[in-house]
């Protein structure tokens, strides 16, 4: 599970994430709280470090289905949503993959253009 998101906070705005790895019975905390940077965003594409930790994945369907999403009180941002997709995900500690693969039972929700 990964989010990612633009935060305002005190008239300043930075990418707040949050997400976890489940990877052969131990549990990897990626958050921003502990350091998490998006190295990229964009284009159906994300890429987090965090220390030595990097998580990638990459969106290969279609864009899914336009829902509406609220800004500044109102329902006038559209987020695309894909609840049942392609996803290619990698995984990696100090450098060396501990998965790379691809996925046909992935969700994606996203704003930024692809």
């Known amino acids: 599970m990964l989010s990612a998101a ?6 300043f705005h930075f990418t707040g994430i949050i997400g976890y790895v489940l990877w052969k ?12 940077k998006a190295l990229q965003l964009q284009d159906g594409s994300i890429r987090i470090v965090q220390g030595d930790l990097e998580l990638e994945a990459k969106f ?9 999403a609220p800004a500044e009180g109102s329902m006038i941002r559209t987020i695309h949503e894909n609840p049942c997709c392609r996803v290619f995900y990698r995984f990696s500690r100090k450098g060396h993959t501990l998965f790379a693969f691809e996925s046909h039972q992935a969700s994606f929700e996203y704003e930024y253009g692809r």
Do not use: N, Q, V
């Open 6 to 11: 633009d935060i305002p906070l005190a008239g």
């Open 60 to 68: 290969h369907d279609s864009p899914g289905r336009p829902l509406k």
């Open 25 to 36: 019975g131990h549990e990897y905390r990626l958050a921003t709280y502990l350091g998490a």
